[in-house]
C-alpha cells in the first residue's frame, strides 16, 4: 500500500491464498490483510492543501481453493473493517493539534458519536467538577484557558446479564508539564498525550458497532497542563472525587491525577466488574519496553491474560510488569494519601501504577501504559511495524475491542 503511494494506482487485488499455508487460516490471514490495506494506506492528511493520491479500493481474490471457505472470509473482512473504521477515525482525532482538540472538542466528539450510535453520553463541565469534588482535574487543568472536562459514554451491552466493563483514558490534550515544564526537543509530540482518552473513545465506538456482550462504560479524563498564573503547584495537596488526597511534587505527573477523579468516579457510580485503563504516562515505560509494546499491570490473573491473548491476536504488543508492595511503599506520602512523583528515579512504570491502583480498590484492574507504541516520530516510526505511519496509532483499540469481542469479556 505503501509503495504504490503516488504512482497512480487507485486500486490493488490481494490474492488470498498466497497468504494461507500451514497454521495459518484463510479468515485470519484475511484480518491480517485488512489491516495491512486499512492501516498501511492510512495518512493524515487534514492540514495537507496537496495530498498525493492513493489506493482506493482492494479486493481480495479467494480463488478456487478457498471458495468453500468465502462466507467465513467475508465475515472477518467486515468484522475487522468495521473495527478499522473505529481505528482510522480515532486517530484522526488523536492527530489533531491542540489549538483544536480542546477538552471540549473531545466532548463534542463524544456527543457526536452518541448522537450517530444511540449511547448515552454525560459531560461534566469544570463547575460541575467542582461540586463532584474532582480536584484532580481542576487541578491539572487549572493552568489553561480551556477548562477540564470528565466524559462519560455508555454502551448497555447485551442481555441483562452482561459483565460491566469500565474502560478510562488519560486524556491531556497538551502536556508542557505546567510548572515543572518538560525541555523544548520533541514538546510538540505532546498533543499525542490525549491517546489513552482518544482510544477509550475509539473503543466505546468499537463496541457499539460490532455490538460486544459487555456492558462498556468509557471515561475520558480530559485537561490541559499549561503553566500559568493559576496552575497547580508542586507542595500543593489535591483531594480528588473519593476522598483520597494527593500529594503533588511534580506537575508534569498529571496524569495520574486526572486518572485518579475518572476511576475513583466509575468504581463508586457503576460498580464495574473490571477496569481498564490506557494511558501515554510514564517515561519511563519507553526506556523499558521500547517504542513498540505497551506495558501491562495488573490486580486480576484472568484479566491481564485476557489482554495479553488479545494481543497477540492483534499485533498490539503488551508485556506484562510486576507491581509489589516495594512500589506502593514509595507512593505514600507523609503530607497526604499518595505522591504523585518519587524521590528515587526508580521503577518510574510501576510507582504510577501503585498510585493508580490506590483508587480502584478491590475492583479487578489492568493499567495499560501506552507512552511508546501511542503514536510514532520520523525516527521511531523505522521500528515500528509497516502499517504504521507518521503520528497517532490509536494503539489499543483493536486489543481491547478483541477482548471484549470473547477473548476475555463474557456476558
Known sequence: MKSLKGKAARSVAVRLATFVSGGVDAAKAARALADGVVLGGYEFLRYK??????????????????????????????????????????????????????????????????????????VFDEAKLAEMGCGGLLAVGGGSAHPPRMIILEYPGRGRKARTVAVVGKGITFDSGGISIKPAPRMAEMKFDKSGAVATLGIVRAAATLKVAPRVIGVLCCAENLPSGSAYRPGDVVRTYNGKTIEVLNTDAEGRVVLSDGLGYVVKQYSPDEVIDLATLTGAEVIALGDDTGGLVSTDNRLAQGLLAASAETGEPLWRMPLTDFHRELVKSEVGDVRNSIEIPVAGMLTAAAFLETFVGATPWAHLDIAGPAYTNPLTRRYQPPYQNYGATAFGVRLVTRYLEGIGGRS
Open 49 to 122: 492543501s496537496a495530498p498525493e493520491g492513493g489506493v482506493e479500493r482492494a479486493t481480495l481474490h479467494l480463488g478456487d481453493a478457498l471458495g468453500r471457505q468465502a462466507a467465513a472470509v467475508r465475515k472477518a473482512v467486515a468484522n475487522q473493517t468495521a473495527l478499522l473504521e473505529c481505528v482510522v477515525w480515532a486517530r484522526n482525532i488523536a492527530n489533531l493539534p491542540a489549538d483544536t482538540a480542546t477538552p471540549e472538542r473531545l466532548a463534542e466528539e463524544a456527543r457526536a458519536l452518541g448522537k450517530e450510535l444511540g449511547l448515552k453520553v454525560t
